[in-house]
């Protein structure tokens, strides 16, 4: 009896060191935004969670959807993957300030402005700030005409755009496939 009770402590010790290793704690913000990338790259917006804040796990949610309605419309759509931007580009150290850290990211292929990704120190290493209000930010800095300003959507009552999201999300659920496939076939006939 003590010998079962000693391996099932030892069985239980082990998932429990397993499960606290998973989610390693990343100390160099250098590391975190090519995982993050790579995740992203693959279409693993699950696996590209662990390493962003928790203000851009909506963000990655409305990525995930928009991924799963392009993949059912693949076929009426043009041959576009959204994810070969975060394939090919080359990534600057980071400049680190305080508990902030900022990486230049610039694409192999395309002639397009660099971007800084701004990545946040928490008490479980660095994460990429994704962020519908960082991507607003990120967007208005590339814009050819800085005097533009887009709205800080931070200031935005979070309720409000969690209730316009479950809508949207309901809407798209219950979206008829032959209404999709007629509105697809009017589109073309614009062209």
Request: with cysteine; proline share 5%; hydrophobic share 40%.
């Amino acid at each position: 009896m003590k010998k079962q009770v000693s391996f099932l402590y030892s069985i239980t010790m082990l998932l429990w060191l397993a499960a606290c290793n998973s989610g390693a704690v990343i100390h160099d913000p250098n590391e975190v935004l090519p995982l993050f990338f790579e995740k992203l790259a693959k279409k693993d917006i699950d696996g590209a969670a662990q390493y962003v804040t928790n203000d851009s796990k909506a963000t990655l949610e409305m990525i995930k959807k928009g991924l799963e309605i392009a993949e059912r419309m693949k076929d009426s759509l043009p041959d576009n993957d959204p994810t070969e931007d975060f394939r090919d580009v080359v990534m600057e150290p980071a400049r680190i300030m305080g508990d902030s850290a900022f990486i230049k990211v610039r694409h192999k292929k395309k002639d397009v402005p660099p971007t800084d990704f701004k990545l946040i120190k928490q008490k479980d290493g660095w994460k990429v700030d994704f962020s519908m209000s960082t991507l607003m930010r990120m967007g208005s800095q590339s814009l050819q005409h800085p005097e533009e300003v887009v709205p800080d959507i931070s200031e935005m009552d979070i309720e409000r755009m969690q209730q316009e999201r479950e809508k949207a999300d309901s809407i798209l659920r219950n979206v008829d496939p032959k209404v999709l496939e007629e509105i697809q076939k009017n589109l073309e006939q614009l062209k």
